[in-house]
């Protein structure tokens, strides 16, 4: 059981926009701790897609973009490709467990 | 360019021990915590632990206390992860990382290619 939570799989058209949504709680996302996106493809390495709740590092596109409210957070992709199709993962630390702290990851299918 | 070159696969019997390397490179050893995350087939990413190479100082998360060692050698920019008593459930593809900064709450901005350890009888 993944202290944060994601849905196991979001799906979506090409061209539409999809959320990925991540929920933590008081002791992690809710304490103000920053949250951080991961994309994975098969047989690689996840890969840094959004750090500090909002910022892309260099080489990312904006259609990926990431937000905090509460104690939950949200990964949106807009124009969705088929190159998007992958596991994404959210992360954070929570103050309680004085760790990092993952996502149980949601598949991405593009449709 | 920032480089985490992970050491080779490794197969190992129950109840033996393992030690991954991770000789990182661009950038300055001691300004960013280096941490351990594995992945077993078809799951999810798990945090194990991570170290402060400017201090030595280590964290570990509570599932592998007493049985995880996080270590750095300075000198060799290189940063070591030991698990002990291995058991099949630790069969996994191990991930160092560095984050950017001496702050736990930072991304994991550079990542290892992934050490793939198999535990069989």
């Known amino acids: 059981q993944s202290v944060l939570t994601q849905p196991p799989s979001v799906s979506g058209a090409p061209g539409q926009r999809v959320t990925l949504s991540c929920t933590g709680s008081?002791?992690?996302?809710?304490?103000?701790?920053?949250v951080h996106w991961y994309q994975q493809f098969p047989g690689t390495a996840p890969k840094l897609l959004i750090y500090d709740n909002n910022h892309r590092p260099s080489g990312v596109p904006d259609r990926f973009s990431g937000s905090k409210s509460g104690t939950s957070a949200s990964l949106a992709i807009t124009g969705l490709q088929a190159g998007d199709e992958a596991d994404y993962y959210c992360q954070s630390f929570d103050g309680s467990l004085s760790n990092s702290v993952f996502g149980g990851g949601t598949k991405l299918t593009v449709l | 360019q920032v480089q985490l070159v992970q050491s080779g696969a490794e197969v190992k019997k129950p109840g033996a021990s393992v030690k991954v390397s991770c000789k990182a490179s661009g950038y300055t050893f001691t300004g960013n915590f280096i941490h351990w995350v594995r992945q077993a087939p078809g799951q999810g990413l798990e945090w194990m632990g991570r170290i402060n190479p400017n201090s030595g100082g280590t964290n570990s998360a509570q599932d592998f206390r007493g049985r995880v060692t996080v270590t750095s050698d300075t000198s060799i920019t290189t940063a070591y992860m030991e698990l002990r008593s291995l058991t099949s459930d630790d069969t996994a593809m191990y991930y160092c990382i560095s984050g950017l900064g001496l702050r736990d709450e930072a991304g994991f901005h550079y990542w290892g290619q992934g050490t793939l350890v198999t535990v069989s009888s």
């Open positions: 008081d002791s992690n996302i809710g304490a103000g701790y920053d």
